[in-house]
């Protein structure tokens, strides 16, 4: 029998995913037989997200988590696109993000989100366990992906309305990029309740014209 908490966990993922369907189709009223190589993009991702964390022996490096953390809630925009696409979102999928098994440290992130790129690579599809590993080895829980996607979402439909595919949209603003301001934006909100997104839409777009 679905517990309470079960039962918010699958609302969650659904509305992610009607988030997710809503951003596709604003890039394409077709996206899904586009053939985008959502695996790419994720395993590109993995290479950056490595930057931000730091990975280089000969320099000192402080993991910038909160762009950590943006990082992985990108890869989770093209894997949830690609378990859309082929009609794998179900239960299963839930349990994964949520019941990984936590192996935090330096170097067991590291070798999660290697292991991330290796399979992707592999398959030229989205390994949902070695995704849930990369957020048990950081560790990031099921709510806070959720928060941060819910954000993340409504920056890119942001970005999207402001010429983001046509390259007129401009990433930094007053020195910081865009998603430095969604951090600080998200923190002054509940993004569970309703207004939520719109009022981070607002709040977007206050900062993005006072730099323009």
């Known amino acids: ?20 369907e809503d951003h596709n189709r604003q890039v394409h009223p077709d996206w899904r037989t586009q053939g985008y190589a959502y695996y790419r993009a994720v395993w590109v991702e993995c290479a950056e997200l490595l930057d931000h964390y730091g990975w280089k022996w000969w320099k000192h490096q402080q993991p ?3 762009q950590v953390k943006l ?3 990108d890869i989770w925009h093209f894997g ?3 378990l859309l696409r082929g009609g794998r979102l179900d239960d299963n999928v839930v349990d994964q993000l949520v019941k990984a098994a936590q192996d935090q440290g330096g170097e067991a992130f ?3 989100v290697e292991r991330l790129a290796v399979n992707t690579l592999a398959s030229k599809d989205f390994p949902v366990a070695d995704f849930a590993a990369c957020m048990a080895a950081l560790p990031m829980d099921y ?21 983001y595919k046509q390259g007129t949209y401009r990433k ?3 020195g910081r990029e ?8 998200l923190a002054e909100l509940d993004v569970g309740s309703d207004e939520a997104p719109e009022k981070l839409y607002a709040g977007l777009a206050q900062r993005y014209a006072s730099a323009l």
């Open 110 to 112: 590291r070798d999660a």
């Open 143 to 163: 709510d806070e992906l959720y928060r941060l996607y819910v954000g993340k979402n409504v920056l890119n439909h942001f970005r999207q309305d402001h010429g």
């Open 172 to 174: 930094s603003w007053h």
């Open 1 to 20: 029998m679905a517990t309470q908490s079960d039962k918010r966990q699958h609302t969650m993922l659904a509305t992610m995913a009607r988030m997710q």
């Open 71 to 73: 990082e992985l809630v």
């Open 178 to 185: 865009d998603n430095e301001h969604l951090i600080e934006l």
């Open 80 to 82: 949830l696109s690609e």
């Open 64 to 66: 910038d988590l909160d």
